[in-house]
Each structure stands twice: as structure tokens, then as C-alpha cells.
């Protein structure tokens, strides 16, 4: 019996001891590095990220609706004011711009729809962070650059200017970007 304990004592002093535990990588910190290094091999120093905001489906849905909507009013201004110039060729451009964006719009409306039970949860979440990585072809600092990141930590958007953080945040919409007619790599 005694010889039994001694042996149970040993791993489980290792499982409590902080030392002896083996931490699995920081699935926010492999993101960054994947985004940033592109798939080559190279190292990636993390020195501080802070969460700053997080955003919910809803609140994103009515981000890309008022984009729409702005682009839906310059369009029309647009239109009527070349209808009144009377320059047919411009006129038609800003009409099929204005079908585009309603089909956009509509196409919104029906995604949201699909996604009735889920506009309250998380999109993605906003971030601060400082750090440097380098591979064979590169070399990058980030001094308090700001990244979008999904909770499957998907990167949205990586920049070091915060109001460009949220231009491409749509890409978080299940269907948003076949709804724009472009593949999940394009933008």
C-alpha cells in the first residue's frame, strides 16, 4: 500500500506543480502569428494585447446597412444629377449601382433573418496589441496596432489605424461575402 502511494504522489505533485505542466499555445497568439507571418516559418514575440471592444452580430449587421444606406443616397444624388445634366451614359451607371446596393441591402436583410437566433452573440472581438515577428522574407513591428478576430479566432482585419479597424468587419456575416459575390480570400 505504501509503495502504491508513493507512486501516486509523484504525478500528481507534477499536475499541480505549474512548472511541470506542459501549457498549451494561446490560440489568439497562433492567430497573430499565422496572419502576420503569411505561413512561413519564423518567430513571433507577443509583448502585450488587451481586449478593447467586442461587437454582436446585430450591431454588425447595422454597420453594413448603414454603409448601404450612404451608398444608396450618393447613387441617387448621383443619378439625378446626371439625369438633369442630361448625360444618359452616367445616368445608367449610378441606376445599376443603385439596383446593386438595394440587392445588397435586401440580401442583408435575408441573411439577418437566417441568423435570427444568433444576433445577440458575438461576432468578433476588437484588440490592442505590441508585437514583432520575422521570417526569412520579412520583418514587423506592431507598436499598438488594432486586429479583428472572430471567437473561432479568425483574423478580420489587422491595421494600425483603429477607425479602419471595422471596414471589413461584414467579413464576420456567415454569407456576406457571397453575398457580395467575392470568395472568404478576397476582400
Request: hydrophobic content about 30%; proline content about 5%.
Given at each position: 500500500m505504501r509503495?502504491?502511494?508513493?507512486?501516486?504522489?509523484?504525478?500528481?505533485?507534477?499536475?499541480?506543480?505549474?512548472?511541470?505542466?506542459?501549457?498549451?499555445?494561446?490560440?489568439?497568439?497562433?492567430?497573430?502569428k499565422a496572419y502576420i507571418?503569411?505561413?512561413?516559418?519564423?518567430?513571433?514575440?507577443?509583448?502585450?494585447?488587451?481586449?478593447?471592444?467586442?461587437?454582436?452580430?446585430?450591431?454588425?449587421?447595422?454597420?453594413?446597412?448603414?454603409?448601404?444606406?450612404?451608398?444608396?443616397?450618393?447613387?441617387?444624388?448621383?443619378?439625378?444629377?446626371?439625369?438633369?445634366?442630361?448625360?444618359?451614359?452616367?445616368?445608367?451607371?449610378?441606376?445599376?449601382?443603385?439596383?446593386?446596393?438595394?440587392?445588397?441591402?435586401?440580401?442583408?436583410?435575408s441573411l439577418k433573418a437566417g441568423m435570427e437566433g444568433r444576433l445577440d452573440d458575438i461576432a468578433y472581438y476588437d484588440y490592442v496589441f505590441s508585437a514583432k515577428a520575422s521570417s526569412d522574407s520579412q520583418y514587423s513591428e506592431f507598436q499598438s496596432a488594432y486586429v479583428s478576430i472572430t471567437p473561432a479566432y479568425e483574423i478580420i482585419t489587422l491595421t494600425e489605424d483603429r477607425k479602419d479597424l471595422h471596414k471589413a468587419g461584414g467579413r464576420a456575416i456567415p454569407g456576406y461575402l457571397q453575398l457580395l459575390g467575392q470568395d472568404a480570400d478576397e476582400e
Open positions: 509503495k502504491l502511494t508513493g507512486l501516486l504522489i509523484l504525478p500528481l505533485l507534477c499536475i499541480l506543480m505549474p512548472g511541470c505542466k506542459e501549457q498549451a499555445p494561446d490560440p489568439l497568439q497562433q492567430a497573430l507571418l503569411q505561413g512561413e516559418e519564423g518567430t513571433f514575440q507577443l509583448y502585450r494585447i488587451e481586449k478593447i471592444d467586442s461587437t454582436t452580430f446585430r450591431t454588425e449587421f447595422e454597420r453594413r446597412q448603414n454603409v448601404y444606406e450612404l451608398k444608396l443616397k450618393q447613387e441617387n444624388k448621383l443619378y439625378q444629377d446626371y439625369l438633369s445634366q442630361n448625360k444618359p451614359k452616367n445616368a445608367k451607371r449610378h441606376s445599376e449601382a443603385i439596383v446593386r446596393t438595394c440587392e445588397i441591402m435586401n440580401g442583408l436583410d
